[in-house]
């Protein structure tokens, strides 16, 4: 399923996020497969996504596709830069799975929106 690593230094609650997961996973099929979730500081996402990315800011949410048989891969989320823009955790969290599991909001605006429709489907 979802194991969760808190590095940010933000407290709150983590079960709804296995819950989140398990029901997105459900939707698409793919229930017998696990990824990872951490939620990291301002700064580590910033260097996160100037090496991944190639951009020098911070964001919220970062996924790293692995394409392994079970394991999907890795989320990472900002919290603070998530509430910085007013966005809600669980949203950030299900385009995050989605974007794993092989939606791309970026490649044309059909496929964006495609995922906006999954985003809400599972909220």
Request: glycine letters at 4%; proline letters at 1%; one cysteine or more.
């Amino acid at each position: 399923m979802v194991e969760i690593n808190n590095l940010s230094g933000i407290s709150f609650e983590t079960k709804i996020f296995s819950t989140v997961a398990k029901k997105v996973l459900k939707g698409e099929n793919r229930e017998t497969e696990t990824f990872s979730l951490a939620f990291v500081s301002k700064e580590e996402i910033k260097k996160l996504n100037k090496k991944f990315r190639k951009k020098d800011k911070a964001t919220d949410v970062l996924s790293f596709e692995l394409k392994d048989k079970k394991f999907l891969g890795e989320i990472v989320i900002c919290p603070e830069v998530v509430k910085e823009k007013g966005e809600d955790i669980k949203m950030v969290f299900v385009h995050g799975i989605l974007h794993l599991l092989g939606y791309d909001h970026e490649k044309s605006e059909k496929d964006a929106l495609i995922m906006e429709e999954r985003e809400k489907k599972y909220l």
